[in-house]
């Protein structure tokens, strides 16, 4: 009977464990976490100030139960502090008895994450600089919240966004600071984000954007701009600057330029029987070659496709289309792939949009707004971004479906649908988007 151990606990080391599992019952699959819970939801924290759970340990997209009973075993508080890749085995600490002990293995599967690091987390270990990425940083920020009165959030990405919203529920003062020229750059263009802006700056919050951190002081706690403005705080929660956490293994597999571990396409790294996945990897994006992408489903994919190829190749890394779906304040936000302005300097071909604006269904006049990006030739479609105040999520995956396809305009316009009188409307938006991009191609 063959032994896999996994070095991390979160969504890509569970989604291998529970994948191998299935796959071969037989297999000795073992997980080790330095935290003493698995699958904690790092956005547990914005769930408990929404109200949406009662507390941080509910915020679990599995329970040690559920895992446990799959016939995976958890070495919950078990910090490993040593990798022979070589020898086959690895060192583990115990966090509360501090007994250290080996454990050989058979393939290994590395799925340790990212962490936050770089100039402006220097003063991470302040008791008022605080994150959310783990529980037991979820619990500290919990705490430090109860007393903060005015808390600068940096970062306007989907994490920062996404906090905001949860700190304004918790009738915060808040500043939110991004140093591009529009929230969420990497997802939408500025023309898209105008209205989640406008949602944001109504509730109150001071939104900077175009301004860049200098510096993070302590004493007294503040956040110094480049140009000079300096913004005091009770609290700052930061949102940037994930890494790959790839320092354990640093010295025995090789890494790209980034610190992501190398792996081959079926994310085996440079030492046999042992795989990297999740936040440790570089996925291959759209046409682009490979990025750094620190999101959920690709970790999760990610850890799947590892399970299938502990024993032979099997599943190749699947391609990223970066899709997110969030609600950030009255706004349902989603988006699937490259920006416009993404397109138009990665592709060979000119590049076409269109904007298209629905009702949400024949009971619920609430308009869906769905951009639409193509090659302006050939129609492939290019990238999706969909905004509305009634909840859109569920069309990301037929996006996804679509442009991870190749299909054009034309392909998904006249695709085969489902309607039903009073339950779906004659002509979905994601179809007539699709047909009045291929119409105005013809009409150029």
């Not at 058979?106 to 003063?123: I, N």
């Not at 919050?205 to 000079?228: C, M, N, W």
């Not at 590049?351 to 193509?374: E, W």
Request: a negative charge.
């Amino acid at each position: 009977m063959s032994k896999t151990i996994i070095i991390g606990g979160s969504f890509a080391g569970l989604s291998c464990a529970l994948q191998a599992k299935q796959l071969y019952p037989d297999m000795e699959v073992q997980v080790f976490d330095s935290q003493e819970t698995v699958g904690f939801i790092p956005s547990g924290m914005n769930l408990v100030l929404n109200h949406e759970v009662d507390q941080l340990e509910a915020a679990s997209f599995i329970s040690e139960k559920e895992v446990r009973a799959a016939g995976v075993q958890l070495f919950l508080g078990h910090q490993v502090v040593e990798v022979d890749m070589k020898a086959k085995w690895l060192r583990a600490k115990n966090l509360k008895t501090q007994v250290i002990t080996d454990y050989p293995y058979d393939q290994l599967v590395l799925a340790m994450g990212s962490k936050q690091t770089g100039h402006l987390v220097a003063h991470l270990d302040h008791p008022a600089i605080i994150s959310t990425k783990d529980i037991g940083s979820a619990h500290h920020a919990l705490e430090v919240l109860e007393d903060a009165g005015h808390v600068v959030v940096v970062g306007g990405g989907q994490i920062g966004i996404e906090a905001c919203e949860a700190l304004v529920n918790a009738n915060k003062q808040v500043t939110l600071i991004e140093a591009n020229d529009s929230l969420a750059e990497r997802y939408f263009d500025a023309d898209f984000v105008e209205e989640i802006e406008a949602a944001i700056e109504i509730v109150g919050v001071d939104l900077r954007v175009g301004s860049k951190v200098a510096s993070v002081e302590t004493d007294p706690l503040r956040v110094i701009l480049e140009d000079g403005d300096e913004i005091y705080a009770d609290a700052i929660l930061m949102g940037v600057n994930l890494f790959p956490n790839s320092s354990l293994v640093a010295d025995q597999v090789e890494l790209n330029s980034d610190k992501t571990i190398w792996t081959s396409p079926y994310l085996e790294t440079s030492v046999t029987d042992v795989f990297a996945v999740g936040d440790l990897v570089q996925v291959p994006y759209a046409d682009q070659g490979r990025d750094f992408i620190a999101l959920v489903n690709n970790a999760i994919r990610s850890g799947q496709i590892a399970a299938f190829n502990l024993k032979e190749n099997r599943v190749k890394q699947a391609t990223s289309l970066r899709v997110i779906g969030s609600r950030i304040f009255s706004q349902y936000v989603v988006s699937v792939a490259k920006t416009e302005h993404e397109a138009n300097g990665t592709s060979a071909q000119p590049v076409q949009t269109i904007t298209v604006r629905a009702d949400y269904s024949l009971t619920d006049s609430t308009p869906v707004y769905l951009k639409l990006i193509t090659e302006a030739d050939t129609g492939r479609i290019l990238g999706a971004k969909m905004r509305s105040e009634s909840n859109i999520l569920t069309y990301a995956d037929t996006l996804a479906l679509a442009i991870g396809q190749g299909l054009t305009d034309k392909e998904l316009a006249f695709q085969d649908r489902l309607y039903y009188p009073l339950e779906t409307v004659a002509n979905p938006i994601i179809y007539r988007a699709a047909l009045e991009s291929y119409a105005q191609r013809l009409a150029k």
